[in-house]
């Protein structure tokens, strides 16, 4: 089966993703990446761009969580350390583009984008 993300880009940047594949850029701390979510982020989200990619990853729970960004992560001045606060939820993640390239990408219609936050977001604010 695999894990479904979604990446919002433009238009342009999801054809170019399309024919050669994502290329990382710099993330977080230095390190490069693709930012990926769990729903499809839109214009109306703050996302730049009306593309959404659809990937599909060969990725276990427990392999996709050494990814994630953490919402909610206090510095240790101590250690230097970040520390992450279990209580919270990451709502995206920072993979390597060979990871994610080598997952199934596919182009969604912006209804499909839609459909898809209203079925996965919309249900947990109404929970709220």
């Known amino acids: 089966m695999g894990i479904i993300m979604y990446h919002a880009t433009t238009p342009e940047s999801a054809r170019a993703i ?3 594949g994502f290329k990382g850029f710099p993330a977080l701390a ?8 769990r729903v499809p ?14 990937v599909t ?16 992560e206090t510095l240790d001045p101590a250690t230097g350390e970040w520390i992450k606060d279990e209580a919270f939820e990451p709502y995206e993640w920072v993979l390597p583009a060979d990871v994610v ?27 709220a």
């Open 41 to 54: 982020f839109l214009e109306s989200d703050g996302a730049k761009g009306r593309a959404t990619l659809e």
């Open 18 to 20: 399309l024919d050669e």
């Open 101 to 127: 390239n080598r997952g199934v990408v596919r182009l969604l219609s912006h209804d499909e984008a839609w459909d898809l936050r209203d079925r996965e977001v919309l249900p947990a604010w109404r929970k």
């Open 30 to 37: 230095g390190d490069s990446g693709v930012w990926l979510s």
């Open 57 to 72: 990853l060969d990725l276990t729970e427990s392999q996709l969580a050494e990814y994630a960004v953490w919402e909610d």
